[in-house]
């Protein structure tokens, strides 16, 4: 019987870069390394990991697109991003929430999202 959600997992080329465009462009503080191919991010509670190597498991990178951040207003996350010259979209709205896609250096797609209270 599954519990929770042990980790959220993106493969990157480049684990450095990853860990720097994570930690200083989107703001998730520092991560914790626990081997030479697996960095960690603890958000809010979930595991974030970026990792190299994924595509012996079919998981190349830039393939990723299953993380949404929350933040607290996403219009202003979308321009901070933006200006730090991120590939991000315009933000929209649905009946729930707001939100805004982006794209890590290497692709993998991500979102900023804000619950409507």
């Given at each position: 019987?599954?519990?929770?959600?042990?980790?959220?997992?993106?493969?990157?080329?480049?684990?450095?870069?990853?860990?720097?465009?994570?930690?200083?462009?989107?703001?998730?503080?520092?991560?914790?390394?626990?081997?030479?191919?697996?960095?960690?991010?603890?958000?809010?509670?979930t595991t974030f990991a970026v990792v190299t190597g994924g595509e012996?498991?079919?998981?190349?990178?830039?393939?990723?697109?299953?993380?949404?951040?929350?933040?607290?207003?996403?219009?202003?996350?979308?321009?901070?991003l933006k200006e730090k010259g991120v590939d991000i979209n315009e933000?929209?709205?649905?009946?729930?929430?707001?939100?805004?896609?982006?794209?890590?250096?290497?692709?993998?797609?991500?979102?900023?999202?804000?619950?409507?209270?």
């Open positions: 019987m599954v519990k929770e959600i042990g980790f959220v997992v993106y493969t990157v080329k480049d684990l450095q870069k990853a860990k720097a465009f994570y930690r200083d462009v989107v703001g998730l503080g520092e991560p914790k390394d626990l081997h030479k191919a697996w960095s960690e991010f603890d958000v809010g509670g012996s498991l079919g998981m190349p990178p830039g393939s990723s697109f299953s993380v949404a951040f929350e933040v607290d207003n996403v219009d202003a996350e979308f321009k901070r933000p929209f709205e649905s009946p729930t929430c707001w939100a805004s896609f982006a794209k890590d250096p290497d692709g993998n797609r991500f979102a900023l999202h804000q619950l409507k209270k």
